[in-house]
């Protein structure tokens, strides 16, 4: 008998969930761990590929159906970089999230573990065509880059290639590299290091300086050379002597890029807990050591993040560690340094402001165990813990939570298997909980924690309604009425500030031909094109297609063209010229695309260094500033009007949100919502703060549309180059489905989606309304192992579980 691994391995062509085996060469015997990265050969002409080892067996080499076994050709790590715990999750959310293990694998490492692929040429015959014996120029094998060649030496190579003259040869590249310094070590015990001193005349201080701190370091410890040069009056030249002397070696030394470096973060204590907060954190740690999930319901400023806080420091204290998901980057730096100023340098973050070796470092200090306390976003909930003792996600509803593209997964699904592996609390934090959390909560499968009023008998803010529709009677069109311009005047008097959120949801800004109608559309989607004022240009936010802004109509050659839409600058152009002396902060996509340059706005506004921040829903959540008492809603129903169940769940969030950055310290908040939807439920309920009038009432809709929570959903989108197709694959696919579906299943479609083209493929939908848990898992993943089919041009399946979007 015989050990094989077995692999995982990463061909996207034929994707499969059934791992592969391979032999183990002698040398790599005791190598070879279980979840280490492995280049093997794969298929006919055995090309180097990347896997992953999943687990090991016994087989018998001799037996027919195993001498055709591959033998590993090469390990790419020098430890494992997934365990068991991270290599079963990977199976379970592969079936889960109607994936490939594979996909799921790549989803759990930080980019740079992701192998680069290197494909060669090497001749194996004699090569007659004078064309290409010169491509070679005498190499033995040239780098194959069907981008460099004609196309008549592409050709010309296949055919090599097909009479057995040339052949491929690949080579796996690791991307991951650790980052190093000089760093110094003694080598010298404590005889030779008195002997060495009693060696040096009198004049020799600067060496015997040296001497005195080699004498201080332990055996084996190193010392960065740069900080040897900073702290003490030891130049390179004395170092240098040293080392000739054979007193010290100099060693690369690994260092950690700190993502955090240039924050300046005080330590902070653990605050005295009010009544509410206390009551949660004792049922919080008094579940220490068991799956409990718990719904911390707390209106904002009602300090649910002190809660979290205390509830990591008790798992500390056990010897446990804690994990914490926030929803994206914008919330992120406030959070981050909250979480570090209390815990220190057991913190690490993980987001994808992040670089690429900051990530890479982060997620080995985790995996080291010298990070015991994650802060990070959705892919954050991956990271490499071990002994997890507190899982918490804040800001529970967030759809960024939810991963779009495949694995389709939700981070709230994969937080539960952890806390269930770990036997772990999990604490689902929100002002405004999901439906879903919420109904859960409600029938007891969840332990509901009420946190119903703010800090310091602060009230919550007043909340005006303005009537946009009365407000275009008044006058010539503006973005701001006239109540929240007076109320904005007010704040500048007051030296107080102001947050101003444009909702850019549903919504973007376009070019409409004034004379013919024509809107400049997409040739590659169903979809207009987006004007981007930095850029000066016009995008598709689709497929990255941009083309300059045209001066005259495609369509009939007008000049009168005219720009639609209220975009991020215009408002701040407006504001502008209303308020001179205001200085605006402008926080959009297109503000914060470089490195720090939201973390920088966002310490830049709490110094108080400018009185207005005007941005999109990213300035919606999180942000505790105590001189923010006015908070103004440009437009707050864009929402409202998209062909969403959703709408109004995600319009009564975001302003409860947004209003919540206003009045949280001493100063009374005022928050302005422009609209024209007065008397929408989702407005005026957000108005109230009455999120449990909105639930009882959003309840009773879904029940009555068979929405969910009452019904679970799925979404499959088939997509073809061409539309025919598409559609013919779609129809076959539901009428196999419906053979096998249960009876009260909720079947709609197919039909074309409501964008039917992007990037030239056609999209068709089906959306499926079913009633019990996972009880379509089987047959949808038997679906998805049967629609298989490879490469670009071939239709394309994906399946889409509680998908955040049905359009
Ligand atoms: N027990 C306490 N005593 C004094 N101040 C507190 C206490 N708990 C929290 N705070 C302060 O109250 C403010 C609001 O708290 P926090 O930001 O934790 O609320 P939150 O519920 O997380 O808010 P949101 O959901 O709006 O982000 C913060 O400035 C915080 O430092
Ligand atoms: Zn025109
Ligand atoms: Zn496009």
């Given at each position: 008998m015989e050990q094989v691994a077995n692999v995982i391995v990463d061909v996207p062509a034929m994707q499969t969930n059934q791992p592969y085996s391979y032999l183990i060469p002698a040398p790599l015997k005791h190598t070879v761990e279980l979840g280490m990265r492995v280049a093997v050969p794969f298929g006919r002409g055995n090309r180097m590929i990347q896997g992953f080892v999943v687990g090991f067996s016994e087989v018998d080499p001799t037996?027919?159906?195993?001498?055709?076994?591959?033998?590993?050709?090469?390990?790419?790590?020098?430890?494992?970089?997934l365990n068991q715990e991270l290599i079963s999750l990977s199976a379970w959310l592969a079936h889960q999230a109607y994936a490939f293990q594979i996909t799921v694998l790549q989803a759990m490492l930080p980019s740079m573990f992701r192998a680069k692929y290197k494909k060669y040429l090497r001749p194996i015959d004699e090569i007659n065509d004078p064309e290409i014996q010169q491509l070679f120029a005498g190499r033995e094998l040239i780098e194959y880059d069907e981008t460099q060649f004609t196309p008549e030496q592409v050709s010309k190579l296949t055919k090599l290639q097909r009479e057995g003259c040339l052949e491929f040869y690949y080579e796996v590249n690791n991307q991951a590299k650790a980052k190093t310094r000089l760093g110094i070590k003694s080598l010298l015990d404590f005889e030779q290091l008195e002997e060495a001193r009693s060696g040096l005349?009198?004049?020799?201080?600067?060496?015997?300086?040296?001497?005195?701190?080699?004498?201080?370091?332990?055996?084996?410890?190193?010392?960065?050379?740069?900080?040897?040069?900073?702290?003490?009056?030891?130049?390179?030249?004395?170092?240098?002597?040293?080392?000739?002397?054979?007193?010290?070696?100099?060693?690369?030394?690994?260092?950690?890029?700190d993502p955090m470096a240039n924050y300046d973060i005080k330590p902070s204590q653990a605050l005295t807990l009010q009544p509410d907060q206390q009551a949660a954190l004792t049922a919080i740690n008094d579940a220490a050591g068991q799956a409990e999930t718990f719904l911390l319901e707390g209106v904002t400023g009602s300090g649910k993040t002190e809660v979290y806080l205390q509830a990591m420091q008790h798992t500390l204290a056990q010897g446990r560690t804690a994990l914490m998901l926030v929803p994206e980057i914008a919330l992120t730096p406030q959070m981050m340094v909250r979480v570090r100023s209390r815990f220190g340098q057991q913190v690490a973050v993980l987001h994808s402001g992040l670089s690429v070796g900051e990530r890479y470092d982060e997620w080995r200090r985790i995996e080291r165990g010298e990070a015991k306390v994650v802060v990070g976003a959705r892919s954050a909930v991956f990271a490499p813990l071990d002994n997890i003792g507190l899982i918490i996600m804040d800001e529970e509803h967030e759809t960024t939570y939810k991963q779009e593209e495949n694995p389709r997964y939700h981070a709230r699904d994969v937080a539960m298997w952890r806390s269930q592996y770990y036997q772990a609390p999990i604490v689902l934090g929100s002002a405004t909980p999901s439906l879903e959390s919420r109904a859960r909560a409600q029938k007891g499968v969840y332990q509901l924690l009420r946190m119903p009023k703010r800090i310091n008998q602060q009230v919550m803010p007043a909340v005006?309604?303005?009537?946009?529709?009365?407000?275009?009677?008044?006058?010539?069109?503006?973005?701001?009425?006239?109540?929240?311009?007076?109320?904005?005047?007010?704040?500048?008097?007051?030296?107080?500030?102001?947050?101003?959120?444009?909702?850019?949801?549903?919504?973007?800004?376009?070019?409409?031909?004034?004379?013919?109608?024509?809107?400049?559309?997409?040739?590659?989607?169903?979809?207009?094109?987006?004007?981007?004022?930095?850029?000066?240009?016009?995008?598709?936010?689709?497929?990255?297609?941009?083309?300059?802004?045209?001066?005259?109509?495609?369509?009939?050659?007008?000049t009168a063209i005219r720009y639609y839409g209220t975009g991020t600058q215009k408002v701040e152009q407006e504001l502008h010229e209303l308020l001179p002396e205001a200085r605006i902060l402008r926080m959009d996509l297109d503000?914060?695309?470089?490195?720090?340059?939201?973390?920088?706005?966002?310490?830049?506004?709490?110094?108080?260094?400018?009185?207005?921040?005007?941005?999109?829903?990213?300035?919606?959540?999180?942000?505790?500033?105590?001189?923010?008492?006015?908070?103004?809603?440009?437009?707050?129903?864009?929402?409202?009007?998209?062909?969403?169940?959703?709408?109004?769940?995600?319009?009564?969030?975001?302003?409860?949100?947004?209003?919540?950055?206003?009045?949280?310290?001493?100063?009374?908040?005022?928050?302005?919502?422009?609209?024209?939807?007065?008397?929408?439920?989702?407005i005026q309920l957000a108005k109230a703060h009455d999120y449990e009038q909105f639930y009882q009432q959003e309840m009773q809709l879904r029940h009555l549309a068979k929405y969910p929570p009452y019904f679970f959903t799925i979404?499959?989108?088939?997509?073809?180059?061409?539309?025919?197709?598409?559609?013919?694959?779609?129809?076959?696919?539901?009428?196999?489905?419906?053979?096998?579906?249960?009876?009260?299943?909720?079947?709609?479609?197919?039909?074309?989606?409501?964008?039917?083209?992007?990037?030239?493929?056609?999209?068709?939908q089906i959306v499926i309304k079913?009633?019990?848990?996972?009880?379509?898992?089987?047959?949808?993943?038997?679906?998805?192992?049967?629609?298989?089919?490879?490469?670009?041009?071939?239709?394309?399946?994906?399946?889409?579980?509680?998908p955040v979007s049905f359009m």
């Amino acid at each position: 008998m015989e050990q094989v691994a077995n692999v995982i391995v990463d061909v996207p062509a034929m994707q499969t969930n059934q791992p592969y085996s391979y032999l183990i060469p002698a040398p790599l015997k005791h190598t070879v761990e279980l979840g280490m990265r492995v280049a093997v050969p794969f298929g006919r002409g055995n090309r180097m590929i990347q896997g992953f080892v999943v687990g090991f067996s016994e087989v018998d080499p001799t037996a027919q159906e195993n001498v055709q076994l591959k033998m590993i050709k090469a390990v790419l790590d020098l430890k494992p970089v997934l365990n068991q715990e991270l290599i079963s999750l990977s199976a379970w959310l592969a079936h889960q999230a109607y994936a490939f293990q594979i996909t799921v694998l790549q989803a759990m490492l930080p980019s740079m573990f992701r192998a680069k692929y290197k494909k060669y040429l090497r001749p194996i015959d004699e090569i007659n065509d004078p064309e290409i014996q010169q491509l070679f120029a005498g190499r033995e094998l040239i780098e194959y880059d069907e981008t460099q060649f004609t196309p008549e030496q592409v050709s010309k190579l296949t055919k090599l290639q097909r009479e057995g003259c040339l052949e491929f040869y690949y080579e796996v590249n690791n991307q991951a590299k650790a980052k190093t310094r000089l760093g110094i070590k003694s080598l010298l015990d404590f005889e030779q290091l008195e002997e060495a001193r009693s060696g040096l005349t009198k004049a020799a201080h600067k060496q015997s300086g040296l001497l005195s701190l080699l004498q201080t370091l332990a055996p084996e410890q190193v010392v960065a050379k740069e900080q040897i040069l900073a702290t003490y009056d030891i130049s390179e030249a004395v170092i240098t002597t040293g080392a000739k002397k054979g007193w010290l070696a100099k060693v690369p030394m690994e260092i950690y890029r700190d993502p955090m470096a240039n924050y300046d973060i005080k330590p902070s204590q653990a605050l005295t807990l009010q009544p509410d907060q206390q009551a949660a954190l004792t049922a919080i740690n008094d579940a220490a050591g068991q799956a409990e999930t718990f719904l911390l319901e707390g209106v904002t400023g009602s300090g649910k993040t002190e809660v979290y806080l205390q509830a990591m420091q008790h798992t500390l204290a056990q010897g446990r560690t804690a994990l914490m998901l926030v929803p994206e980057i914008a919330l992120t730096p406030q959070m981050m340094v909250r979480v570090r100023s209390r815990f220190g340098q057991q913190v690490a973050v993980l987001h994808s402001g992040l670089s690429v070796g900051e990530r890479y470092d982060e997620w080995r200090r985790i995996e080291r165990g010298e990070a015991k306390v994650v802060v990070g976003a959705r892919s954050a909930v991956f990271a490499p813990l071990d002994n997890i003792g507190l899982i918490i996600m804040d800001e529970e509803h967030e759809t960024t939570y939810k991963q779009e593209e495949n694995p389709r997964y939700h981070a709230r699904d994969v937080a539960m298997w952890r806390s269930q592996y770990y036997q772990a609390p999990i604490v689902l934090g929100s002002a405004t909980p999901s439906l879903e959390s919420r109904a859960r909560a409600q029938k007891g499968v969840y332990q509901l924690l009420r946190m119903p009023k703010r800090i310091n008998q602060q009230v919550m803010p007043a909340v005006e309604i303005v009537d946009m529709r009365e407000e275009i009677k008044k006058g010539p069109e503006s973005t701001f009425s006239e109540a929240l311009l007076t109320a904005l005047k007010a704040r500048l008097a007051r030296g107080e500030q102001s947050v101003l959120m444009l909702n850019r949801r549903g919504f973007s800004s376009f070019m409409m031909c004034r004379d013919c109608g024509y809107v400049l559309q997409c040739p590659n989607c169903d979809i207009g094109l987006t004007l981007h004022m930095d850029t000066h240009s016009m995008k598709c936010h689709y497929c990255g297609h941009e083309e300059g802004i045209p001066k005259m109509c495609p369509n009939c050659q007008s000049t009168a063209i005219r720009y639609y839409g209220t975009g991020t600058q215009k408002v701040e152009q407006e504001l502008h010229e209303l308020l001179p002396e205001a200085r605006i902060l402008r926080m959009d996509l297109d503000t914060t695309r470089k490195k720090g340059a939201h973390e920088n706005m966002l310490t830049a506004f709490g110094a108080h260094e400018a009185d207005i921040l005007l941005g999109t829903q990213m300035i919606a959540k999180g942000l505790d500033f105590p001189l923010v008492t006015l908070v103004g809603v440009l437009n707050a129903d864009t929402a409202l009007g998209l062909p969403d169940f959703h709408a109004a769940e995600r319009t009564f969030q975001l302003l409860t949100q947004v209003a919540g950055r206003a009045g949280r310290a001493e100063l009374p908040g005022e928050v302005y919502v422009q609209t024209y939807n007065p008397d929408h439920y989702a407005i005026q309920l957000a108005k109230a703060h009455d999120y449990e009038q909105f639930y009882q009432q959003e309840m009773q809709l879904r029940h009555l549309a068979k929405y969910p929570p009452y019904f679970f959903t799925i979404k499959l989108q088939g997509s073809d180059l061409d539309e025919r197709t598409a559609a013919q694959n779609m129809s076959q696919i539901g009428r196999w489905l419906k053979k096998r579906l249960p009876a009260d299943t909720i079947f709609l479609g197919p039909t074309p989606r409501s964008i039917a083209r992007i990037n030239q493929r056609y999209y068709y939908q089906i959306v499926i309304k079913y009633r019990h848990q996972n009880e379509l898992d089987q047959v949808l993943n038997e679906l998805l192992e049967r629609a298989q089919s490879v490469g670009r041009n071939a239709f394309q399946l994906s399946i889409d579980r509680e998908p955040v979007s049905f359009m």
